[in-house]
């Protein structure tokens, strides 16, 4: 009973939990553990007002830059609803002592699953078809069928994966499931294996699942697309960033790239624009690849994994 009454004085600060948790998500778990305060969100201006007595941070994409930490003398520990967790000045962190965790692969089959939705739909355009049907444009064809736009077969194709974390290989499997040729290259390049270059230029669709690093930004950009074979298609469910999405516009416009499938954009949400949302060629989703009921259920429960061993002293999924 004594423990249990120092946890209840330990604060938790929820800053971003509403994408995650709309209301839907039981989280008695997280608050048997600790003194849970929950905000749906939270802008950068009031990050040290509203976590001024917290020990530890819960955080989705609500930044925590450096300035942010040392602000907030009381916090020790930043648990990252999320499998990236970039939006972390990892390195202050672990200056002022403070542990991040993460939570690995909570979403993994999701965001597998949704690289072959966007996929396929770049392929065979099925919400178009779809709302052409519902428009009664069936009804008046002359045919007992018709396409809007070319019809892509998967099979015999080669996927190159760009990451090969646990949802690369996922997506690898899968791509094997639709007969597909499957080319994967890591970060850090092994002898033996394929190298990125490879897979730029031998693949026609080419799906990433790298982090957001000083060495992937900007990773597809106008001279690794020139080396890319024409009709090629991109699928990006990992950070917007990765692309350079000027380029990518360009080449979808002028024929080079057939098209793309991206759920994420290097600016979420995109209030200052961006050239992707001109593009017809390009099918946009609003970063729902991790946002299952399930995985998001996963998502909190790892959490709770989290939270409670550092309670204990025991810290996991540390990434600092």
């Known amino acids: 009973m004594e423990s249990k009454e120092i946890r209840k004085k330990i604060k938790a600060v929820v800053l971003d939990g509403y994408a995650a948790n709309p209301g839907d998500i039981d989280m008695s778990e997280i608050e048997n553990l600790c003194e849970l305060v929950f905000y749906d969100r939270t802008s950068a201006e009031m990050i040290a007002e509203r976590a001024a007595d917290a020990e530890i941070i819960l955080t989705n994409k609500t930044p925590l830059s ?130 990125l270059e490879e897979v730029i230029c031998e693949s026609d669709v080419i799906s990433l699942h790298c982090p957001l690093t000083d060495k992937t930004k900007n990773l597809i950009n106008r001279d690794s697309i020139s080396k890319m074979k024409d009709g090629a298609i991109i699928i990006n469910t990992s950070r917007g960033p990765v692309i350079n999405e000027s380029d990518l516009r360009e080449a979808l416009e002028c024929g080079k790239l057939y098209g793309a499938g991206v759920d994420v954009l290097s600016e979420e949400p995109p209030v200052n624009g961006n050239p992707l949302l001109e593009s017809d060629k390009c099918v946009i989703t609003p970063h729902i690849a991790w946002a299952s009921f399930d995985a998001r259920v996963r998502l909190f429960k790892e959490t709770a994994k989290n939270i409670e061993a550092y309670l204990k002293g025991q810290p996991i999924n540390l990434v600092n």
């Not at 300035?67 to 648990?79: D, G, I, M």
């Not at 967790?85 to 939570?103: K, P």
């Not at 690289?115 to 052409?132: D, I, K, M, Q, Y």
Request: with cysteine; charged share 20%.
């Open 66 to 195: 450096a300035e942010t930490l040392r602000a907030l003398p009381k916090l020790r520990f930043v648990s990252v609803l999320a499998t990236g967790y970039n939006i972390v000045d990892i390195a202050a962190a672990r200056e002022l002592g403070i542990g991040v965790s993460n939570v690995p692969e909570y979403s993994t089959e999701d965001v597998a699953q949704m690289t072959f939705a966007l996929l396929l739909e770049v392929c065979l355009r099925v919400g178009r078809h779809s709302e052409s049907v519902h428009r009664g444009d069936w009804s008046f064809s002359s045919d007992f069928s018709y396409a809007l736009s070319p019809l892509i077969a998967l099979h015999g194709k080669t996927m190159g994966i760009v990451g090969d974390g646990r949802i690369g290989r996922r997506v690898a499997e899968i791509a094997g499931a639709f007969g597909m040729r499957v080319l994967t290259c890591g970060l850090h390049q092994k002898e033996g294996r394929t190298s």
